[in-house]
Nanobody, 124 residues
Framework: VQLEDSGGGSVQAGGSTRLSCKVP????????MAWFRQSQGSAREKIAT???????TYADSVKGRFTISRDAAKTTLYLQMTSLKSEDTAMYYC???????????????????WGPGTQVTVSS
């Protein structure tokens, strides 16, 4: 199953945009979700996570500028991006995986479902 992500596109530096992603329903399991990004020539970077309890974590590169959130049904994941910089230009991917507890943050290799990616290009 592949997730559906949307949003992104071209944005001016200093501007904002929001990404969204449809996630399968984890009826009987806890779920951890995340956003990753990969710029050309760089390794994939985990930039934000939200565990089953709703606790969030952020990479230093986006802390204070990006906000990860989800709907109450845990079927849609969001990434609000503000104060965008040229170095935020990348392909952004959503990911989700079953979690053993409410507070577990999955390692990158444990995410079962991935979105196809959506390009965000920040121009100055």
């Amino acid at each position: 199953v592949q997730l559906e992500d949307s949003g992104g596109g071209s944005v001016q530096a200093g501007g904002s945009t929001r990404l969204s992603c449809k996630v399968p329903t984890y009826t009987d399991n806890r779920v951890c979700m995340a956003w990753f990004r990969q710029s050309q020539g760089s390794a994939r970077e985990k930039i934000a996570t939200i565990d089953d309890s709703g606790t969030t974590t952020y990479a230093d590169s986006v802390k204070g500028r990006f906000t990860i959130s989800r709907d109450a049904a845990k079927t849609t994941l969001y990434l609000q991006m503000t104060s965008l910089k040229s170095e935020d230009t990348a392909m952004y991917y959503c990911a989700a995986g079953a979690s053993p507890s409410q507070s577990t943050v999955l390692s990158s290799s444990k995410y079962e479902y991935w979105g196809p990616g959506t390009q965000v290009t920040v121009s100055s």
